[in-house]
């Protein structure tokens, strides 16, 4: 049955082996059994030298003198207690040596059964000095193999293909353009993501060169909620066509406890990879949330989801063989395993950092507070783009170990959102919010325009909300709701123009009719 496997799925998935997990590119090569069970050799071999070492001595003996042991039948009959010679089995054990058999009493048929009110007789039993077996019958069972559970594909043999061929890799300008297209302002992030992507595939696409191993280029990314950073990293792993993992940092702990372990990482890549081991070991992780685990400050118990955490990423960052689940969050004997090597794997590394702004504060207030050139204390209280002027110490004081902040060497900030940049937000990007509203209602043949006035009053309340780009869809959606569910009763409607009195609630859109 497992061959027959094999042949629908050709060949291309690995096979594994249901009592070790281990996959045939590390076990080797599977014996299949009824029931569509795989089971390497090494299994196989431990399961046959557990029954010599336990039941040999018995097995021995019957394949002696079967006729003297009970017959075998299958599960669910009995035994027929006549069938059993026992002089013929007392003399086999004896020889066997085996001594600790429990006896088992089966009444005899022919026993006299007692008459109403007297009492009951003693029963003639029948002693046997072997215990019963019954074989099970493997292909009853059931298809309870890993038809239905993932599958990982198998390894190429041989040199490895690059995701990416070198002359396929677009320039580090190519990769900002593309990029502008789609992501407003935040100059200085894309030019520094385009450069370190551009890096990271000629050195996946090359290997060495001149003997000269070229190292990672793993990035963290700070900036405040709703400035883009996801978004910056979904359009690039769509633009170079890799796989990406997002994942969020608040989920991790130490392996052993509640939560997520940190293979999940790399798991959540391979799935993405569609189980192909090449492909996700050349993907891009973005770990979002990166400083939910700096190190508790005061804390007397065990850092079981900061410290620790950060400890545990240090071997994927750098580059290792990873044991990852397959289909699961953490590992446990139900779940099979592959290794995928990291060293290949971009790591992008988000978070807000709330805080930092007063730990740069003190810093740059502290280094320029005496002398002749002594600057204000209070001069950079008010600086919006103070996260531009972070520093490793500003991070390893915020939490950060040093051997995890030496793994990302590429760090960068994000710029706030002010009001210009949301304006641009709703209606500048290929899939601006805006264009997505027009599209809908050219669909039932309307126009839809916005004033000027009114773009800049939905930029001012988004500000009001602190979220970032994220309020603007909120507060599209709300005045919106309205036109989408009126307009298409009335086929005379040609173009709705929104207009800062209906943002404000004091108006209605202007609705025009065709002509």
Do not use: W
Not at 71 to 99: F, L, W
Not at 309 to 319: A, C, N
Not at 356 to 363: F, G, K, S, T, V
Not at 387 to 397: F, G, H, N, P, Y
């Amino acid at each position: 049955m497992g061959d027959n496997v094999n042949k629908k799925d050709g060949g291309e998935y690995e096979e594994f082996c249901m009592m070790c997990r281990r996959p045939e590119s590390l076990a080797g090569k599977m014996l299949h059994l009824p029931g569509n069970i795989q089971v390497c050799s090494h299994c196989m071999d431990s399961m046959t030298k557990l029954i010599d070492e336990n039941y040999g001595d018995i097995l021995n003996g019957a394949m002696t003198n079967p006729s003297a042991f009970m017959r075998i039948t299958p599960m669910n009959q009995t035994a027929d207690p006549s069938a059993v010679d026992e002089a013929a089995a007392d003399r086999i054990v004896k020889e066997a040596g085996v001594t600790d058999l429990t006896a088992t009493e089966v009444e005899d048929p022919e026993a006299p059964t007692e008459a109403p009110g007297q009492e009951a007789a003693p029963r003639d039993t029948v002693k046997k000095a072997i215990p019963r077996f019954s074989f099970i019958n493997l292909a009853d069972m059931g298809d309870f193999g890993l038809s239905g559970k993932p599958k990982v594909k198998k390894r190429s043999k041989g040199e490895r293909k690059p995701l990416l061929a070198l002359e396929d890799i677009p320039a580090p300008h190519k990769i900002k353009a593309m990029l502008d297209e789609y992501v407003v302002g935040q100059e200085h992030a894309k030019k520094v993501m385009s450069v370190a992507v551009y890096n990271h595939y000629k050195r996946v696409a090359t290997g060495t060169t001149d003997n000269i191993e070229i190292e990672k280029s793993n990035m963290l990314m700070i900036g405040p909620t709703g400035c883009g950073k996801t978004y910056l990293v979904k359009t690039l792993a769509r633009l170079l066509d890799v796989p990406l993992a997002i994942t969020d940092a608040t989920s991790l702990t130490e392996a052993g406890y509640i939560g997520d372990d940190i293979e999940s990482v790399v798991s959540k890549l391979l799935a993405a990879a569609g189980n192909d081991v090449d492909k996700a070991e050349q993907g891009i992780i973005f770990i979002d949330e990166i400083d939910k685990i700096a190190k508790k400050k005061e804390t007397h118990s065990r850092d079981v989801s900061g410290e620790s955490v950060q400890q545990g990423m240090l071997k994927l960052l750098e580059g290792a063989d990873i044991e990852v689940p397959i289909g699961a969050s953490s590992k446990n004997a139900m779940v099979p395993t592959t290794t995928i090597n990291t060293s290949n794997i971009l790591f992008i590394c988000g978070g807000a950092f709330p805080g930092l702004e007063e730990i740069i504060e003190d810093r740059i207030n502290k280094q320029t507070s005496i002398g002749f050139n002594a600057e204000l204390k209070g001069k950079f209280n008010k600086d919006k783009n103070i996260l531009s002027k972070v520093a490793t110490e500003d991070i390893r004081k915020y939490g950060m170990i040093p051997e995890f902040v030496g793994r990302l060497p590429m760090i960068y900030t994000l710029e706030g959102l002010d009001k210009d940049m949301l304006v641009q937000i709703l209606k500048e990007p290929k899939n601006a919010i805006l264009k997505q509203y027009q599209k809908l209602l050219e669909l039932d043949e309307v126009k839809l325009c916005f004033d000027e006035d009114a773009l800049e009053m939905i930029a001012e309340k988004a500000m009001e909300r602190e979220t970032g780009a994220r309020a603007l869809r909120s507060i599209i959606d709300e005045f919106m709701l309205d036109i989408m569910y009126e307009i298409p009763k009335d086929d005379n409607i040609g173009c709705v123009t929104i207009t800062k009195a209906y943002i404000e609630g004091k108006g209605a859109p202007l609705i025009e009719l065709r002509t």
